[in-house]
Nanobody
């Protein structure tokens, strides 16, 4: 099983990035997929989630209206579109896949997002 994140980088405040999480050994439609982030000295926090069986996406309040999580079944990839980025969005972003009924929980290696002028 592999979750490979990409798309991070350095961007100015107000800019945009799209993170990708390419999955292998995991079929994203069967898993609850999420993006987490962790800034230095802070706990890892849930940023956005998309459930396996339809239902609504969820976002932490601080990114609502700016970030969008989506899933491409054909590419078996999950995305996080991040717009209007702020310096406080600076963090390592991680992709997570869980299937609670099977006790499965997988993490990617992370991709760094830095928002700075």
């Amino acid at each position: 099983v592999q979750l490979v994140e990409s798309g991070g980088g350095l961007v100015q405040p107000g800019g945009a990035l799209r993170l990708s999480c390419a999955a292998s050994g995991v079929t994203v439609i069967w898993y609850d997929m999420s993006w987490y982030r962790q800034a230095p000295g802070k706990e890892r926090e849930l940023v956005a989630a998309i459930p396996s069986a339809g239902g609504s996406t969820n976002y932490v309040d601080s990114v609502k209206g700016r970030f969008t999580i989506s899933r491409d079944i054909a590419k078996n990839t999950v995305y996080l579109q991040m717009n209007s980025l702020k310096p406080e969005d600076t963090a390592m972003y991680y992709c997570n896949a869980i299937r609670p009924s099977y006790g499965l929980n997988y993490w990617g290696q992370g991709t760094q997002v830095t928002v700075s002028s």
